[in-house]
């Protein structure tokens, strides 16, 4: 009887760390990329009449937000629906996280990179700068 109990409690164990857990980090995960990134690549907007560095660094930064975008809308579909219930609830709506993440990918002046920068902290709820 032991046994049989043991192994049910370990079945449910599984299935909560792999169809759950393992999601809700993953997310999260993403989420604090794309902070770090934000921060990181602040300055790569504009670099018309920079060094080589900084172009590079603009068209690292556009790959990133497009990459996390992905990466953003692909967990958001991996996660519980209750977890993507709850997630409406709250107000965090990775969707248009990743739209603006691509809409920042695409700006390349300070105040079209601002207004989607804006909206991402929103959809993310994000702390504002």
């Not at 958001?76 to 603006?100: D, M, T």
Request: net charge positive; glycine share 4%.
């Amino acid at each position: 009887m032991e046994v049989l109990l043991a192994a049910i409690v370990g079945g449910v164990a599984f299935l909560i760390v792999n169809f759950w857990m393992q999601p809700l980090l993953r997310c999260k995960d993403v989420k604090h990329q794309v902070i770090s990134d934000l921060v990181f690549y602040a300055n790569a907007i504009n670099v018309d009449g920079m060094d080589q560095e900084m172009q590079n660094r603009r068209w690292e930064r556009c790959r990133q937000n497009r990459v996390h975008a992905a990466e953003l809308k692909a967990c958001f579909y991996a996660l519980p629906r209750w977890y993507r219930w709850w997630l409406r609830q709250c107000g965090e709506c990775p969707e248009k996280a990743s739209k603006n993440l691509i809409g920042l990918s695409n700006s390349n002046d300070f105040d079209t990179a601002r207004k989607f920068a804006r909206h991402l902290r929103l959809a993310l709820r994000l702390p504002a700068e």
